[in-house]
Nanobody, 123 residues
Framework: QVQVVESGGGLVQAGGSLRLSCVAS???????????MGWHRQTPGNQRELVAE???????TYADSVKGRVNISRDNAKNTVHLQMKSMKPEDTAVYYC??????????????WGRGTEVTVSS
């Protein structure tokens, strides 16, 4: 199993920047590999949506709403993923969740989520 902990949320003015971080800690010896790591966000009454994700080889995917304003990066040695956001807008206000896909064995895939970190962008 993997414990996922996010940090870096807070209040920022529109046009400002914020960096979110997420650490995935292996809590047992059964974790074979950590694969794709991603960030999602959710606002009240809405479904959780993908913001960005990055594979273990560095392939990235971004939501259209954040392209050009967000950069996702990871440190495989530390099992961490970062989300650098700039030119932030009030509509970026949400709870941001980190998602970690991993394998217990070469053939068994699992997924764990963090508890979320709140981001508020003031206009």
């Amino acid at each position: 199993q993997v414990q996922v902990v996010e940090s870096g949320g807070g209040l920022v003015q529109a046009g400002g920047s914020l960096r979110l971080s997420c650490v995935a800690s292996k809590t047992g010896s059964s974790v074979y590999s950590i694969n794709t790591m991603g960030w999602h966000r959710q606002t009240p009454g809405n479904q959780r949506e993908l913001v960005a994700e990055i594979s273990s080889s560095g392939h990235t995917t971004y939501a259209d709403s954040v392209k050009g304003r967000v950069n996702i990066s990871r440190d495989n040695a530390k099992n961490t993923v970062h989300l650098q956001m700039k030119s932030m807008k009030p509509e970026d206000t949400a709870v941001y969740y980190c998602r970690v896909n991993y394998k217990d064995t070469p053939t068994v895939s699992r997924e764990d989520w963090g508890r979320g970190t709140e981001v508020t962008v003031s206009s």
